[in-house]
Structure formats: structure tokens, C-alpha cells
């Protein structure tokens, strides 16, 4: 027997939603309702909770089918708009990953090392509707006799698109710094020498698994906003690691779970998958996520009532760091603070600055709200939890 007060189900919450009558706020707003009337009233008020992020997310790629020639052709080589594309799959299948660069990139070209263009555009090249050329090599079989293939093709004329990403949604990341006396670039970007600034990279509030910190509703299964359409998780990501230090409310305090996700490509947005790259990092591209949290109890009201003050992760020093180890935290730090545009270190005022959008990861809670409150969403029930870290009671 469950000592809550409260106490919901996916499908009675599913049946408030196709009946119009579920509320739905979103985890910004979900702040001030908890912290105003307590857990218990909150998880009686309200039925879902929407989350989002947009940031760069590099373990991320697509599986395509690039249809069948005349005669058929076993591809062993595929270029998309000069990105190698990965074809070692069958005759015209193939994965193009988001941080593989062009390879006759003109800025590599000045400045090896240094690219513009990589897998995470011809994504949003493709989602835009824009053609681009598509070329293919193969060893030629009896039953695929073709050797090469080359051609414009658009998003539309791929059989099968599927968006595939390994690790989104990173819960929690650190803060990067830099203490050396020379500019270093990474994923992070760019950071000055001597302090000079501070990225992170995580949505505070907003981000889908603060506000889960044990995934008690997410799982394999679990249906979510995923580049302007609707995707899936399909398993922990290639990075899960929950078992991390957590605050008393079980948040995190440095990188810990990540998911893998997949959805339809055909229906997503360059609004929400757009190609960026990183000054002497590389190519990447940045993904917009989303996830809704069921009210099922008063815990998941408290869970998902956190705010940007009760969130923390570590200062990290990237110019010794890495790429020698994770380091040791230089302090902690507050998302509120973070947001606030400086943190303090050893007495000095560091400016900051987010490599996620928070404007954009509030824009995606509000789509997903909406897009719940018109019976056009439904919560996807989880066939299996993601590891959670979470040691068991008594």
C-alpha cells in the first residue's frame, strides 16, 4: 500500500486528457504552484507537468534508406552534400551522425581542424526541405551490380527517415571554466584564459530529467517532444550514470542519467534540429526535447517543483581538466546563479553564459502543454524503468 494521499494512474490521466479535462502547466509554472500550496494540493490540481531543453547534442544522427537504383546497388560509400554518411548496414541503408564533418569543408581547408558544415546540417538541411546531393560507391555483386550512384534527393524521397539519437538530454552538466593563460576550445566553447567566462550547458528547471530525478515515470516507451514531432525513448543513453552524488530531493550534482530517443524525422522542424558549429571543436547539432511528467503522487509534485535555486552542479577548470579527466569540482554552483549572467570564484565575478536556450526549452514545455490540452498527445507508459541509481528502502 502506497502512504501517499495522492494517487494517479497513466490511463486516468490519459482519459482526463482525451476528455479535455487534464492540467497541464508547465515545469516553469509548476514552481510557483508548489512552493504556493504545497505538494499534496499540487498533485491534486494538476495532472502534467512539461519540461524542455534545446542545446547542442552530438550523440545524435539519423537512419535513412536511400531507396533502391536500377540496377540495385550494395552501397559501400555514401556522401550527404560531402559528409560521409556511415553505409556499413545493408544495400541502401545507412547513418549519418551529427558531428561528422564534410570532407571538402573550405574552412578545413584554411584552418585544418576547423569545420562549417558537418552531419548535424544536412539533418536540418533535410528537414528544411532543401535537396542535397547524395553520392554512392560500392564493390558491385551479382544481385547489386551498380557501382556508383549520384544524385539531388530531398527528404521526401527517402523510403525510411528515422532521427536515432544516443544521448540527449543530459541530466545535469558541469560549468566549464578555464584557469590557464591561453583560450581553449571544446564543447563547451570557447573559454578564455584566467577565468575570463563560464558556459553551461543544461536548462536549469525546464530540463525533462531534473524533473524525474529517478526516471519514476520515464522509460522504454516513453513518448516525448523530439524535433518539432513526437519521438520516443527507447533505452538509457550511452552515457547513463545515475549513480552520482544527489541533494536531499535526489537532484543530481554533476552529469548523471542521459536517454536515447528516436522519432520520424519526415515529421520534424529545423526550427528544432539545426546544425551548429563549435570553434575548434567541430560540427554538432542542436536538438529540441521534451518531456511530460506525470502527476501521479505528491512526490512527483515535489519533483517536478524544484527551481533553479534548488539545482546545483560543479565549476569545472577544461583548460588542465580535460582532456586528461573529469577534475575536481573548483565550487558549486546554483542554476539561479548561473542564470543570474555571474558567479563568484575566489572573489572574482565571472561572467556566464548558457550554450542551451532557455527561451527556446520554455517555448517547447508551452508546445507540448498545448499540444496535451488538444487531446493531441498522450502519455506513452514506460514498458521498462532506466536504471535509476536509486537505493532501494528499508
Not at 45 to 73: L, Y
Not at 193 to 220: E, K, V
Request: glycine residues 12%; contains cysteine.
Amino acid at each position: 500500500m502506497s502512504n501517499f494521499q495522492v494517487n494517479k494512474t497513466f490511463e486516468q490521466i490519459n482519459r482526463k486528457i482525451k476528455e479535455g479535462r487534464a492540467v497541464v502547466v508547465t515545469a516553469e509554472e509548476m514552481v510557483g504552484i508548489v512552493r504556493k500550496k504545497g505538494a499534496v494540493r499540487a498533485a491534486k490540481e494538476v495532472d502534467v507537468v512539461t519540461t524542455g531543453t534545446f542545446s547542442p547534442m552530438c550523440s545524435s544522427g539519423a537512419f535513412i534508406n536511400i531507396g533502391h537504383t536500377k540496377p540495385g546497388i550494395k552501397a559501400a560509400k555514401i556522401w550527404l552534400n560531402g559528409v560521409p554518411t556511415y553505409a556499413g548496414l545493408a544495400a541502401v541503408d545507412a547513418f549519418i551522425g551529427a558531428t561528422e564533418p564534410r570532407e571538402d569543408d573550405p574552412l578545413n581547408k584554411i584552418y585544418p581542424g576547423e569545420f562549417l558544415y558537418g552531419g548535424g546540417h544536412v539533418i536540418h538541411d533535410l528537414v528544411a526541405g532543401k535537396a542535397v546531393h547524395l553520392r554512392a560507391k560500392a564493390y558491385g555483386t551479382h544481385c547489386y551490380p551498380k557501382r556508383q550512384a549520384e544524385k539531388k534527393v530531398c527528404l521526401d524521397d527517402f523510403p525510411f527517415a528515422q532521427l536515432c539519437n544516443p544521448r540527449n538530454a543530459y541530466q545535469n552538466y558541469n560549468c566549464a571554466i578555464n584557469l590557464t593563460n591561453k583560450t581553449v576550445f571544446t564543447y563547451m566553447g570557447t573559454l578564455k584564459p584566467r577565468m575570463g567566462n563560464a558556459n553551461y550547458c543544461t536548462s536549469g528547471q525546464l530540463s525533462p530529467l531534473f524533473n524525474d530525478p529517478y526516471y519514476r515515470t520515464i522509460g522504454i516507451g516513453t513518448r516525448i517532444f523530439l524535433g518539432g514531432g513526437i519521438g520516443y525513448v527507447i533505452g538509457p543513453g550511452t552515457q547513463h550514470n545515475p549513480d552520482v552524488p544527489r541533494t536531499a530531493m535526489g537532484i543530481p550534482m554533476s552529469p548523471a542519467g542521459t536517454l536515447m530517443v528516436t522519432g520520424d524525422l519526415k515529421q520534424m522542424s529545423p526550427r528544432w534540429l539545426v546544425g551548429v558549429s563549435m570553434l575548434g571543436y567541430g560540427c554538432s547539432m542542436a536538438v529540441g526535447l521534451g518531456l511530460p511528467i506525470p502527476i501521479l503522487n505528491e512526490e512527483m509534485a515535489q519533483f517536478t517543483g524544484i527551481g533553479d535555486d534548488e539545482i546545483v552542479t560543479q565549476v569545472v577548470d577544461y583548460g588542465a581538466a580535460y582532456p586528461k579527466g573529469e577534475g575536481e569540482s573548483i565550487r558549486e554552483v546554483t542554476y539561479a546563479e548561473l542564470r543570474s549572467g555571474q558567479i563568484e570564484i575566489s572573489g572574482r565575478m565571472v561572467k556566464t553564459a548558457p550554450l542551451s536556450s532557455y527561451v527556446r526549452a520554455r517555448e517547447i514545455a508551452t508546445i507540448l502543454k498545448q499540444w496535451i490540452e488538444d487531446g493531441r498527445f498522450f502519455l506513452g507508459h514506460p514498458q521498462d524503468r532506466l536504471p535509476s541509481g536509486e537505493k532501494p528502502s528499508g
